[in-house]
């Protein structure tokens, strides 16, 4: 049996014309001869009623500290909701369909509530309606605990949700639909001549994800790769290839020149709203010691880290900088803070051990006026923290340094 897993997003499932759109694909891949399970988000964005965002104003309006067993109780029906609609669609087209909960179609979680860890996927409930010729929908971004409690998965639950379907059955591929024709070399509303990317690795899209790309939560990229499952990108609103996710020629259909090119830089991606903070460390490493685990145990993450003898520089929210500026007072650190602050960062599996690329980098922004605040690596990223004000005059100087949006 070939089992394809096909995902949804919100913005493709959020009207009657979306839902067509879902379910001639849907019947396209019945006609193909292919067992197909549909997992689908919650509909709509914030201010839809039945989107998760909508759920939480309206839990947090009767109770701002409810608790989070009860919140997740309120938050999985938004997926429910939207998977009994798409069956609906689909069943007036002639399809024979099922719906399952994430429990139901045995995803076990920890029990996080709000951010729950997928723990094992039991195959079998899906596999028993595939096998009688049932399309399964399935409703993502949630699923059940061993002792039977209802949990979500947190931000991107439903890509989650979509790639360890696809690992637990062993799919051909897992497409996740989405309104955009694919991963692109940057975010379109900066860069209009950004390019969508034909075919790329795991690696490049999971830290492309990490660093603020928005189009496939890095989790579900992680999984995929897990299970050497390839993932493609594609629109719901037009046809197209989309961007095909793998680091297997043969399921890319591709050579390998195409797949690993000349170029060391795949996208350029960005996060905004970060706050830079400088501290001097009086007792050396205790002061940084305490520095750092004061930060964590009052949840604040740290990103961008610089550390030498005598200071640190790092990056926090900007939501969250009021906080971070308190905890160090309280240990007798006051740290310098400079708001308004934007990452950029350049990515690509190509740039490991490769002379020049912070050259390019460096050179690229320096051109374009924009000054470097910080700086930070890894083995396929390069980092600069910018003002925010200059972030789309970064993005697109970086983009244009690496002729992105010229066909490799």
């Not at 409690?149 to 949700?161: A, K, M, N, P």
């Not at 999984?223 to 046809?239: C, E, G, N, W, Y």
């Not at 930060?295 to 200071?311: E, K, M, Q, R, Y």
């Not at 740039?351 to 083995?379: F, K, N, W, Y």
Request: proline share 5%; hydrophobic share 40%.
């Amino acid at each position: 049996m070939r089992i394809i897993v096909q995902k949804y997003g919100g913005t493709s499932v959020a009207t009657p014309e979306g839902r067509e759109l879902v379910a001639e694909r849907v019947e396209r891949a019945v006609r193909e001869g292919l067992a197909t399970v549909v997992v689908v988000s919650a509909m709509g964005r914030q201010g839809a009623p039945y989107a998760t965002d909508t759920l939480i104003q309206l839990a947090y309006a009767a109770c701002p500290e409810l608790a989070p067993r009860e919140l997740d109780l309120l938050l999985s029906c938004g997926e429910i909701i939207s998977s009994v609609v798409v069956a609906g669609t689909l069943k007036e087209r002639g399809l024979p369909v099922v719906v399952l909960t994430g429990g139901q179609a045995g995803i076990v979680t920890d029990d996080t509530f709000g951010s729950a860890h997928i723990l094992k996927v039991d195959p079998g409930p899906m596999l028993v309606r595939l096998r009688e010729g049932r399309v399964v929908v399935v409703a993502g971004f949630q699923g059940r605990t061993q002792a039977g409690e209802i949990t979500t998965l947190g931000r991107g639950g439903s890509d989650t949700t979509a790639a360890a379907v696809g690992g637990a059955l062993k799919a051909e591929v897992v497409e996740i639909y989405t309104d955009v024709d694919g991963v692109k070399t940057a975010d379109p509303r900066l860069v209009p001549d950004a390019r969508t990317l034909t075919v790329t690795t795991y690696d490049e899209i999971a830290q492309m994800a990490h660093y603020g790309a928005k189009v496939v939560h890095p989790r579900a990229v992680e999984i995929a790769m897990q299970h050497r499952v390839p993932l493609r990108i594609k629109s719901t609103f037009q046809d197209g290839p989309g961007t095909l996710i793998t680091y297997s020629m043969e399921a890319a259909g591709t050579s390998w020149s195409e797949l690993h090119s000349d170029n060391p830089v795949t996208g350029v991606t960005h996060v905004s709203g970060l706050a830079q903070l400088s501290i001097a460390a009086p007792d050396g490493p205790a002061s940084l010691q305490s520095a750092f685990r004061t930060l964590a145990d009052s949840g604040i993450s740290v990103d961008l880290i610089n550390v030498s003898p005598g200071t640190a520089t790092f990056c926090v929210e900007e939501r969250k900088q009021h906080q971070a500026r308190n905890v160090l007072s309280g240990i007798g650190l006051v740290p310098a803070v400079r708001t308004g602050c934007a990452k950029v960062s350049v990515v690509g599996s190509g740039m490991r051990g490769r002379p020049g690329v912070m050259a390019t980098v460096v050179e690229g922004l320096a051109r374009a006026g924009v000054e470097i605040l910080q700086t930070a690596d890894s083995h396929v990223t390069i980092s600069c923290l910018v003002e925010g004000a200059q972030l789309q005059m970064a993005v697109q100087a970086l983009h244009d340094a690496f002729s992105l949006g010229t066909p490799a």
